[in-house]
């Protein structure tokens, strides 16, 4: 059983957390919380054992009663491997104190590569990260970028990819975020770092992307134009996506025409948090012009990076060097695919 710690208990850090404790091969020694709010106050209901982020804070969780086992350090004493949930470029600066307790560690897609040195999505070079000691699972864009090109490619052959990103402007929870009332390039400027951020993971496709972030907190929705190196039918790229377990077809026939319809499904069939792991692609969006194909998929940002946290600890911990069995146990577990 690999100990996993978990730093930082937010949007990420309890999914990841609630999916690790769904592993037969892994343990959830502890996470991290920053203060004693209502996501503490859960956490330990569940059993989950909480440490301070720090010495200092330890009073806060003092006065309103909440038992916490520790700090960050204890926690850290733990594990085996680690999973860094901290906001934005926060993960960065616990490198070296991942360092100095020989612990093996993932960052999230809101670090630089170079924290990490190796930037990962399971289906596409997960063998390339077994035994490392730190990796960057990509951002929530990059990940559903990665696993509809990855499977074109594969599939077909990929001559060039230009995509279009409508971001959600903040996640649920976030009160303080916008934009309430405009569509901002973000940036102006082309291209978005997204399209250089795939080419971490699949340095051979040639994509340039362009990115707005618009007022909603649903889903991002992007749309692709890829140059195949080959013609191709609508028929034959359906048939390419839905190998894969990660990627989900939904049909406008069936009612799904938004954002708001696929979270609408992801709660009838009990998705826990309305979480949709799948990379969603309309079905009728998926439009074949010889080589040059069209379409348009959702991803779910709050929750596409948890199974590629999974499978990253399995790759660096060595505990399956077959991706697909380590895919396959993880899917499984989460109820991708059904
Ligand atoms: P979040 O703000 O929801 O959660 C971060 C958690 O870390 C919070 O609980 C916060 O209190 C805690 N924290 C803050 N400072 C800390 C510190 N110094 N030590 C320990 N904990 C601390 O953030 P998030 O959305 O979960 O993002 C985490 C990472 O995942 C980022 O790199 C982000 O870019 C990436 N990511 C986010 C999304 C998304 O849509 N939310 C999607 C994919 C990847």
Known sequence: MVRVAVNGYGTIG?????????????????????KPNFEARLALEKGIKVYASSVDRIKLFDEVGMKVAGTLEDLLK?????????????????????EKYKLKAIFQGGEKHDVAGFSFNAVCNYREAIGR????????????LCRSLYALDRGIGIRKARAVLIRRGADPAEIMKGPINS???????????????????????DITTIAFVVPTTLMHVHILTIELQRETTEYEIIDTLSAYPRIKLVSASEGFSSTSEIIEYARDIGRVRYDIYELVVWRESIKSFGREIYLTQAVHQESIVVPENIDAIRAMIRLIEDPEESMRLTNESLGIGR
């Open 14 to 34: 309890k999914r990841v957390a609630d999916a690790v404790l769904k592993q037969n091969d892994m343990v959830l020694v502890g996470v991290t919380k920053t």
């Open 183 to 205: 569509i901002v390039l973000d940036p102006v400027t082309i291209p978005s770092h997204h399209g250089p951020d795939v080419q971490k993971v699949l340095p051979n496709i």
């Open 78 to 98: 733990e594990a085996d491997v680690v999973v860094d949930c901290t906001p934005s470029k926060v993960g960065a600066t616990y490198k070296p104190l991942y």
């Open 133 to 144: 000691y730190f990796v960057r699972v990509v951002s929530c864009n990059t990940t559903g």
